[in-house]
């Protein structure tokens, strides 16, 4: 049953790999067992799900706004012109 | 005056440079990380914007159609950036997580208690200014894979192949981005944390 026991190190690694694919049945029942006895791991996991959640709800003009050159806009602008035109 | 609103498929070009070059530029900097780069992605989106603009639909707003765009020209850029230089980035595992566990596995500073935020739109701003911050801790490569991975949705062989890894040198770079970036946001977002209470402290896994 050694392949059931996980340290922290491992849960973490684990837990983070479960963000991306799924796990074998024997990985899930050995994060579970770890989860039961440490609070900090299924924290970690639980952030990580805050993290994702977060960044994937927002609306893309909250990215902390810049302005562009006015030359760079003054090209997309002739941009547009020259497509008008032909 | 061009209406913004489109129920149509009417689009209106001239009135794009003003509603959505700055909110465009502002993202693909965030992404990018180079005022250059991200100019020349501004660009390009215009101009696949002005290529395909008899076939928008208006299933959706002109301004998420724009960000469509946009998003596809930065995970392009990445393909063309990580296809010039694919050896000369390889990580090395063997620091993985050397600064995150002791040698028995444990962590070295436990994850703490996070306080709720209500998800306020001023307060996302925030955020993002504070997860921007943080992600200038992580190499080059980490940062890009774990914004393809979190803000594209990109899968993990896609991003693989994206970025000319292999899949075990994927779960490394996810791992320690994700080891960094959420240690970061818990110092500097979430704040109040109670840092590893003594309860389970001693219970031997």
């Known amino acids: 049953m050694k392949m059931w026991i996980f340290n922290c190190k491992e849960v973490s690694q684990l837990v983070s790999q479960s963000m991306d694919r799924d796990l074998s049945f024997t990985k899930r029942m050995g994060i579970r067992f770890h989860l039961m006895m440490c609070r900090y791991c299924a924290r970690f996991g639980q952030q990580l799900k805050r993290i994702r959640e977060l960044i994937r709800s927002q609306e893309e003009d909250n990215i902390p706004p810049l302005i562009m050159d006015d030359k760079a806009k003054a090209s997309l602008n002739d941009l547009i012109e020259q497509r008008k035109k032909s | ?205």
């Not at chain 2, 290529?51 to 930065?74: C, M, P, Q, V, Y």
């Not at chain 2, 955020?127 to 940062?143: G, H, Y």
């Not at chain 2, 393809?148 to 899949?167: A, H, M, N, P």
């Open chain 2, 1 to 205: 005056m061009a209406s913004l609103i489109t129920n149509n498929s009417q689009l209106h070009p001239d009135a794009w440079v003003d509603n959505y070059a700055d909110s465009l530029f502002s993202y693909a900097f965030f992404r990018v990380q180079d005022r250059g780069l991200a100019e020349e992605l501004v660009q390009e989106t215009f101009v696949a914007a002005l290529t395909a603009k008899e076939r928008f639909k208006g299933d959706s707003s002109e301004k998420t159609w724009f960000f469509a765009i946009l998003k596809n020209k930065i995970i392009d850029q990445f393909r063309q950036k990580y296809r010039e230089k694919q050896q000369s980035l390889e990580v090395t595992p063997e620091n993985i997580n050397g600064d995150f566990f002791n040698e028995q596995g444990e962590w070295l500073v436990k994850p703490g208690k996070w306080r709720e935020n209500p998800q306020q739109s001023f307060e996302q701003r925030e955020f993002f200014a504070v997860l921007q911050q943080c992600l200038t801790e992580l190499s080059a490569k980490q940062n890009d894979a774990f914004k393809l991975r979190e803000f594209d949705d990109l899968g993990s062989k896609e991003i693989c192949k994206v970025l000319g890894i292999s899949s075990t040198n994927y779960w490394v770079l996810l791992h320690r981005a994700r080891l960094v970036i959420r240690k970061c946001l818990e110092q500097n977002w979430f704040g109040n944390s109670v840092a590893g209470d003594t309860l389970y402290e001693n219970v031997d896994i």
